[in-house]
């Protein structure tokens, strides 16, 4: 049987993965911090199997690793995304909270998993398509996600001589509880379980970059090709 380890598997993303990977017949080891989702979670599939750990903690990720087994697959998915409301005023605590959650933590988590991975295996990073633009308000989200992209290519190269492919994900708007709190316009906005095939479908591909919905991931790529000063001004529209 194979084995996928997924962060951040409790909901959203990270929950769609773990069923699609369990339908597949995997091993599936879910991580999250909430027992009572992950417990539910796994009730409903034998091959699941809860990791309890918060990923911002390296004594949480080490007591959670105690039991692994070889990977053929890890996930690194687990984020939040909170908004800088006033750039002025900033809250660098805020900052340092999101920059912690989605990217300090995958250092950590890499620490004591990469050494998991098998030769041959799959490492993956969830970054997002705010790591194409500057946004308003994505200070925090924006920054840590750009820098999750720049370390899965960085890690592409250097785990190559591992036999170990890395991909990094790119995700537009995906219904999630994270996503439900915003309260601005979504465009081409998808499911979860969309989300999930895009991403098995790219890793069983091999793609360096899993971008999604393709369209929607196109047009950020086309509008960053234009001189900055065109998409401030356009970005100050939207703010």
Same mark, same amino acid.
């Given at each position: 049987?194979?084995?996928?380890?997924?962060?951040?598997?409790?909901?959203?993303?990270?929950?769609?993965?773990?069923?699609?990977?369990?339908?597949?017949?995997?091993?599936?080891?879910?991580?999250?911090?909430?027992?009572?989702?992950?417990?539910?979670?796994?009730?409903?599939?034998?091959?699941?199997?809860?990791?309890?750990?918060?990923?911002?903690?390296?004594?949480?990720?080490?007591?959670?690793?105690?039991?692994?087994?070889?990977?053929?697959?890890?996930?690194?998915?687990?984020?939040?995304?909170?908004?800088?409301?006033? #750039? !002025?005023?900033?809250?660098? @605590? +805020?900052? =340092?909270?999101? $920059?912690?959650?989605?990217? &300090?933590?995958? *250092?950590?988590?890499?620490?004591?998993?990469?050494?998991?991975?098998?030769?041959?295996?799959?490492?993956?990073?969830?970054?997002?398509?705010?790591?194409?633009?500057?946004?308003?308000?994505?200070?925090?989200?924006?920054?840590?996600?750009?820098?999750?992209?720049?370390? #899965? !290519?960085?890690?592409?190269? @250097? +785990?190559? =001589?591992?036999? $170990?492919?890395?991909?990094? &994900?790119?995700? *537009?708007?995906?219904?999630?509880?994270?996503?439900?709190?915003?309260?601005?316009?979504?465009?081409?906005?998808?499911?979860?379980?969309?989300?999930?095939?895009?991403?098995?479908?790219?890793?069983?591909?091999?793609?360096?970059?899993?971008?999604?919905?393709?369209?929607?991931?196109?047009?950020?790529?086309?509008?960053?090709?234009?001189?900055?000063?065109?998409?401030?001004? &356009?970005?100050?529209?939207?703010?």
């Amino acid at each position: 049987m194979k084995s996928v380890l997924i962060t951040g598997a409790s909901s959203g993303i990270g929950k769609a993965l773990a069923t699609h990977y369990a339908d597949k017949g995997y091993q599936v080891f879910a991580g999250g911090r909430n027992l009572q989702r992950l417990n539910k979670l796994s009730a409903a599939y034998d091959n699941i199997t809860p990791l309890i750990c918060d990923v911002t903690c390296k004594e949480s990720i080490k007591q959670a690793s105690l039991n692994l087994p070889p990977l053929d697959i890890m996930i690194l998915n687990a984020g939040d995304c909170e908004y800088i409301d006033d #750039a !002025k005023d900033f809250d660098g @605590d +805020l900052f =340092a909270r999101i $920059i912690t959650t989605n990217l &300090i933590s995958v *250092g950590y988590c890499l620490q004591a998993w990469l050494k998991l991975i098998k030769s041959g295996g799959k490492l993956a990073l969830t970054s997002s398509s705010a790591a194409f633009l500057p946004l308003p308000r994505a200070e925090a989200y924006g920054a840590s996600k750009a820098g999750l992209t720049y370390l #899965a !290519k960085t890690l592409s190269i @250097d +785990l190559k =001589a591992h036999n $170990i492919h890395v991909s990094v &994900i790119h995700p *537009g708007f995906v219904d999630t509880p994270l996503t439900q709190k915003n309260t601005f316009v979504m465009p081409q906005i998808i499911t979860a379980e969309q989300a999930a095939r895009y991403i098995a479908l790219g890793l069983d591909n091999n793609k360096v970059e899993i971008n999604f919905p393709r369209y929607f991931i196109w047009i950020m790529k086309v509008i960053r090709l234009f001189p900055f000063s065109l998409w401030q001004k &356009i970005a100050l529209r939207m703010s």
